[in-house]
């Protein structure tokens, strides 16, 4: 009988947590990030002060590098994209890239959101709210503990994996 109650706390903490993320989008405070580049970027910055995450949000964190160049990059990638040769091959030299590591985003933000001290809110497609969030925002964003301008940031903003991202083609 507890199971239930205790659903529903995390049900109403949820929906709670969601109303404040979209009251800011109303209010237009430019104090929150969504999307997975937008708020690996804030996290990066550890300007995120609670990450919002969907549990089974279906992106692989890669880090891929290039042995002619001898560079590592970091990327995002869903299942569609993770199909694409382009991610995985040089263009310029057509050599093929080195995966050092693959795993998927929502295991490595658990592993590692301490370092960057932040807090982590998980949230479920079961309600209506959190479907929304889930569907309309990629599954992920963020509350911002200062005013930021992403555009500005460097580091990923040459991710090519975002070139053609579209939530509706990729998370459905």
Request: net charge negative; aromatic share 12%; hydrophobic share 40%.
């Given at each position: 009988m507890a199971a239930d109650s205790l659903a529903n706390v995390k049900f109403v903490q949820e929906k709670k947590i969601i109303g404040k993320f979209f009251e800011e989008i109303a209010l237009d405070?430019?104090?929150?990030?969504?999307?997975?580049?937008?708020?690996?970027k804030a996290l990066d910055m550890t300007a995120l002060e609670s990450l919002m995450l969907f549990e089974e949000i279906e992106v692989m964190r890669y880090e891929i590098r290039n042995p002619v160049k001898n560079e590592t990059n970091v990327y995002f990638l869903t299942p569609k994209q993770e199909e694409d040769p382009k991610y995985f091959k040089d263009p310029e030299t057509g050599v093929d890239l080195e995966v050092?590591?693959?795993v998927q985003l929502s295991d490595w933000i658990c592993l590692n959101y301490q370092s960057f001290g932040v807090k982590i809110e998980f949230i479920t497609d079961k309600s209506p709210d959190g479907?929304?969030?889930?569907?309309?925002?990629?599954g992920i964003g963020g509350f911002l503990r200062y005013k930021i301008d992403i555009?500005?940031?460097a580091g990923n903003a040459d991710n090519a994996a975002f070139d053609d991202f579209d939530p509706d083609e990729d998370f459905i």
């Open positions: 405070t430019n104090m929150i990030v969504f999307g997975v580049e937008d708020t690996m050092v590591s693959s479907n929304q969030f889930v569907k309309g925002f990629g555009d500005q940031v």
